[in-house]
């Protein structure tokens, strides 16, 4: 959770597909929505906090990110530059490192391998170790089934506690392994930051998941970036003051000039959301 008086951080995110930004819903549907590196100049001129560039087709297609891609973006950007995709062994991240990025988001392969977030973490320190969660509510058991189950002395789950599952490959995989849990792992081994994805949310513009963002903002001791569902001021008002999130990630409301991150911000102010300016 962040401290009082902290401030909160507006982060675009541009997914890259064959060299070009790309938006879609629940990480199907793709669209063009831009040159990358004209898009990342745009977002820093606005007043950007940090930028996050994502390969989400690296891991799907089993190579590498497109580091002569982050070099160019990299080189013509005066705030941190967090890049993911790909990422799967520490070589790699050296890689990206050297290139000019801040810091690496590794999701798919830190759920097969947990000790890359160590070995990234021990190499570079743990500020520059992201760890990306996909995360999707779990159905909710049928009624019938519930009722057994709550009618049983014995066996008295809470289960109304929310859950969620991790995904992996672009959220084409469902893993079973519970989300928070995985998280607290990964802290453990040295994670310093989440970047909280809501596979429900994702480029619905409906909100964020406020249930989803306070679970983990409350429960790990490091910065959570909710991401998933921004819709404009409010939401981030809410994702916020409600879920206690450190920093918010956007994707299509700045892709599609709904908003601007300098008119976000202003509004956001107003709210009484500290910002920087």
Known sequence: MPAPGLCRRIIPCLDVADGRTVKGVQFTGLRDVGDPVELACRYQEQGADELMFLDITATH???GTLVSMVEKVAERLMIPFSVGGGVRVLEDA???LEAGADKVSINSAAVARPELIREIAEAYGSQCCVLAIDAKRKEIMADAKRK???TDAK???NVDKPEW?????????ATGMDALEWAKQAVALGAGEILL???DKDGTRSGFDLELTKAFATGLPVPVIASGGAKGPDSFVDV????????????SIFHDGEWTVDALKKELSTHGVTVRL
């Open 155 to 157: 066996r008295k789950p």
């Open 197 to 199: 994805t809501s596979w």
């Open 165 to 173: 599952d991790v995904l992996t490959r672009g959220g084409r995989n």
């Open 94 to 96: 050296r890689r990206l």
């Open 148 to 150: 057994e189950i709550t």
């Open 240 to 251: 916020f003051q409600k879920a206690y999130a450190d920093a918010a990630l956007a994707a």
């Open 61 to 63: 297609e089993n190579r």
